[in-house]
């Protein structure tokens, strides 16, 4: 089996010189070709590859950038697998043949990386050499193959990737657009994950990484470059891939259960594309997973790790969650963000089971880092989504948790940043410079092992409804509502009520309602309406939390069950009527649209109205592609045209998705592959562009000037 071992080099001959001395020393002869692309190195480079026999170069007449580099390797390799890597590593023994023999020992991996000193997202272990001879000899102590030191990774540096030739036809190449580097290995790897496979870290093999050799010169540039690449990405893929990628490195030490067989259950409100659910299930391979995700996308992406991710805000989720479900919960969100951080973190100590244990990491809103773009006015106070630690401490006391424990999560500090904190102190008349130092809170709460007896637990149930009733310290008694079950508070109230039962629990529904806890409301609403299904004050309360829920079609209905409207239902009626005709096109408008775009009525001012109202959210590609098939006969020239005014109009997001649909009903329509190759050669999709290219027919216009632009002639 051949491994094209690809090069990208910019200058720095010293560092590809050691590279390529290590590989030639420590990799099997025969199972390796050496391939180095070099982007216009003025140090020498290009004259010692011209005399090196054992390896295929090209020399590029300008700086082509890392992406375009590695796809040109790529293009010349011969090996039945690719492995990029940077000129600034220093390989090891057994290196390549550990790293070959975790790609191949599952058909879904579909690409591995390596350990080192210096790198990001936890692919660097503690290192104790001080020469490169000591580095060969703790690599060498290290290398042992060992598959329990396998990990999967949402992601892998691209410094060291090896991955399988087939997985790189299936994909593609390196996307170009990040020129001239970082964050096209992010890219590179979700696009591996999305096709189906696996990414894995071998703690098992080490190399050695000097980093960042080429960008260090120019530490400004180097940031702005990142800040760029990073915005490149979230507009592609649609989220964050600093924030929804990353995970906790510390959060199986954090998990009490020693077995790695144990099966936990295991639930992470705010998961992203899952990073720390794969953390949790590379500790314990039989947990169950569970997660919340306001991001479809990120959900989407966490699944493929063998999780349930339920899409949607985290502070309705919870409530349609079973009571004693979990043995651990991880708040990755900030609670700051909640409508009621009290009563949802009351209900997430009811999804514990007895003895679990909920993490949660809280923001601190006094850490330097915050104030700092407070002061400067770049975020307000209610944009900062934390909590002081004797807030945070009252918020946890308040839900009623049966054990505590905090402890500080802290960043790296610079010089500034220990001046400008000594300074605050000073001002705020503080001895300790804690406070700012912070970045995190993290607390460990357990909820109580034991159980409560029947009789007793009544009681307080009882208590707490009276306490409600007669306006009694009423958050504390709301809070503590949250934490009882429905059919528990329904069977005390049902006891004792009488007549007024039905009464009592519309009274607690709606105070629930008040405090933004809808989808609660809605279950002592439903206990409600079991009992008496043509009380009125239950259908109207039915309507209007219907209503605070968007769901405006169900509150329509609740208040036409009414037998008896008053003026302030109708008024309701005729409110909810007016928010919905305004809220979305009807399917009459959206053919009405179409159909003078074909017939070309008007039809610059129809293709502005319907791009407007897909910006809006009030059409979708795959509604107008039911419509087209419907009602049009030119369907994917319609839409193509729609597209190509959605891209002129900037809403770059649905422009894709708009060509995919017209070639879903057309694949071989002109107009719609040569416009989409337009844009995506734009994206610098070079590739992709001229594939769709050669499906357009010969004839067609600027075609072949289509074609020699992308190809750089």
């Known amino acids: 089996m051949l491994t094209s071992i690809v090069i990208a080099t910019f200058n720095k001959l010293d560092y590809t010189q050691q590279c390529i001395e290590s590989i030639r020393t420590y990799t099997e002869t025969g199972t390796y070709e050496i391939i180095v692309v070099d982007n216009c190195s003025t140090d020498g480079t290009v004259d010692w590859l011209r005399e090196q026999a054992d390896i295929k170069s090209i020399c590029n007449a300008a700086n082509e950038g890392f992406p375009r580099a590695c796809n040109q390797g790529i293009e010349i390799s011969s090996g039945d697998n690719i492995l990029l890597l940077n000129n600034d590593t220093v390989v090891t023994e057994r290196w390549l043949s550990q790293l070959t ?97 696996k990414l894995l870290l071998c703690k098992d093999t080490f190399i050695h990484h000097y980093g960042s050799v080429s960008f260090r010169e120019a530490p400004p540039a180097y940031l702005q470059l990142m800040q760029g690449n990073r915005q490149k990405f979230t507009d592609k893929w649609g989220y964050d891939p600093d924030r929804e990628a990353s995970f906790r490195h510390d959060l199986r030490s954090l998990l009490n259960k020693g077995d790695p067989n144990t099966s936990i259950r295991f639930l992470e409100i705010g998961s992203g594309c899952g990073g720390n659910l794969l953390e949790v299930r590379n500790g314990f391979p039989h947990a169950e997973l569970f997660g ?312 610059e001012e129809s293709l502005e109205q319907l791009v407007a109202c897909i910006q809006m959210g009030k059409v979708t590609p795959d509604q107008l592609q039911q419509f087209a098939q419907i009602a049009l006969i030119e369907k994917a020239e319609v839409l193509t045209q729609v597209a190509i005014s959605a891209f002129n109009a900037g809403a770059f997001d649905t422009v894709l998705a708009l060509f995919e649909a017209a070639l879903t009903l057309e694949p071989h329509h002109d107009s719609a592959n040569y416009h989409l190759a337009e844009v995506l050669g734009v994206l610098g999709e070079r590739e992709l562009a001229l594939a769709y290219l050669d499906r357009v027919n010969n004839d067609y216009p600027s075609l072949q000037q289509l074609k020699d632009h992308l190809r750089g002639a």
């Open 101 to 197: 023999a975790c790609l191949y020992s599952s058909e879904d991996i579909g690409a591995v990386g390596s350990v080192t000193n210096n790198c990001s997202y936890a692919q660097t272990i503690p290192v104790d050499y001080a020469s490169m001879a000591d580095m060969q000899t703790f690599a060498a102590n290290h290398n042992h193959a060992d598959p329990n030191l396998w990990e999967e990774r949402l992601k892998l540096i691209g410094y060291c990737m090896l991955i399988k030739k087939s997985v790189v036809d299936q994909i593609g190449f390196l996307d170009e657009r990040f020129t001239p580097g970082n964050y096209e290995d992010d890219d590179y790897s979700l696009r591996i994950r999305l096709a189906g496979y």
């Open 292 to 603: 919340t995700e306001r991001s479809a996308r990120a959900a989407d992406i966490a699944e493929r790790s063998g999780a349930s991710i339920f899409v949607g805000a985290a502070e309705n989720i919870i409530w349609e969650l079973p009571e004693g479900a979990f043995d651990y919960i991880l708040v990755s969100e900030s609670m700051a963000e909640w409508p009621s951080s009290v009563a949802a973190l009351a209900r997430l100590r009811a999804l514990l089971k007895p003895g679990g244990t909920l993490l949660a990491y809280v923001p601190n809103v006094l850490h330097i880092h915050r104030l700092r773009v407070l002061l400067r006015g770049e975020v307000g106070p209610r944009q900062l989504n934390g909590f002081t630690l004797q807030e945070a401490q009252e918020l946890f006391q308040s839900a009623a948790f049966d054990q505590v424990q905090i402890s500080g999560v802290r960043q790296p500090l610079s010089e500034k940043d220990q001046l400008q904190i000594q300074q605050l102190a000073l001002v705020a008349g503080l001895d300790e410079t804690l406070a700012y130092e912070l970045s995190e809170f993290l607390f460990l709460a357990s909820a109580a092992k034991e159980n409560i007896e029947p009789e007793s637990k009544r009681d307080r149930i009882k208590e707490v409804v009276n306490g409600i009733l007669m306006q009694e310290d009423m958050e504390a008694n709301i809070t503590a509502l949250v934490a009882y079950d429905v059919d528990e508070v329904a069977a005390v109230i049902d006891h004792a009520g009488g007549e007024q039962r039905v009464e009592l629990i519309n009274y607690l529904a709606v105070q629930l309602l008040e405090r933004q806890e809808l989808k609660l409301s809605q279950k002592y609403l439903q206990q409600a309406f079991e009992w008496n299904p043509n009380d009125e004050s239950t259908i109207f309360n039915f309507g209007l939390v219907a209503y605070k829920l968007d769901q405006v079609d169900l509150a329509l209905e609740w208040f036409e069950l009414l037998p008896n409207k008053s003026e302030q239902i109708n008024t309701w009626i005729q409110k909810i009527l007016l928010e919905k005709n305004q809220g979305k096109l009807d399917e009459k408008q959206i053919v009405f649209l179409l159909r003078r775009i074909e017939q070309d009525i008007d039809r």
